[in-house]
């Protein structure tokens, strides 16, 4: 069983940054390919960003597009995600997860059989 960990979460300000890291129990993480959502109170849980294993490709939700970034280090099995230019509707749990089984699902939270506890990032207007 995979653990994923996420950290980094927290308050800020509109126009700031946060940078968000997801550490993996397993090395096995590396040939996943690897992604992140967030959840507001009462909506559903939302694709924002995933890389593939290689790290080559990553996709976006359209929302985030050009203020977030996501990167993975196999080396440390871990992946991170960026963010600039946050805003007040950013506010959500973020989680972190992870596609074992290659759904290739990159946009769906069915695509992935490992998530994260999630962790708060709040950004005041």
């Known amino acids: 069983q995979v653990q994923l960990v996420e950290s980094g979460g927290g308050l800020v300000q509109a126009g700031g940054s946060l940078r968000l890291s997801c550490a993996a129990s397993e090395r096995a993480v590396s040939t996943y390919a690897m992604g992140w959502f967030r959840q507001a109170p009462g909506k559903e849980r939302e694709f924002v960003a995933a890389i593939r294993w290689s790290g080559s490709i990553a996709y976006y939700a359209d929302s985030v597009k050009g203020r977030f970034t996501i990167s993975r280090d196999n080396g440390k099995d871990t992946v991170t995600l960026q963010m600039n230019s946050l805003k007040p509707e950013d506010t959500a749990v973020y989680y972190c997860?992870?596609?074992?089984?290659?759904?290739?699902?990159?946009?769906?939270?069915?695509?992935?059989?490992?998530w994260g506890q999630g962790t708060q990032v709040t950004v005041s207007s």
């Open positions: 997860a992870a596609d074992r089984l290659g759904s290739g699902s990159y946009y769906s939270p069915m695509g992935y059989d490992y």
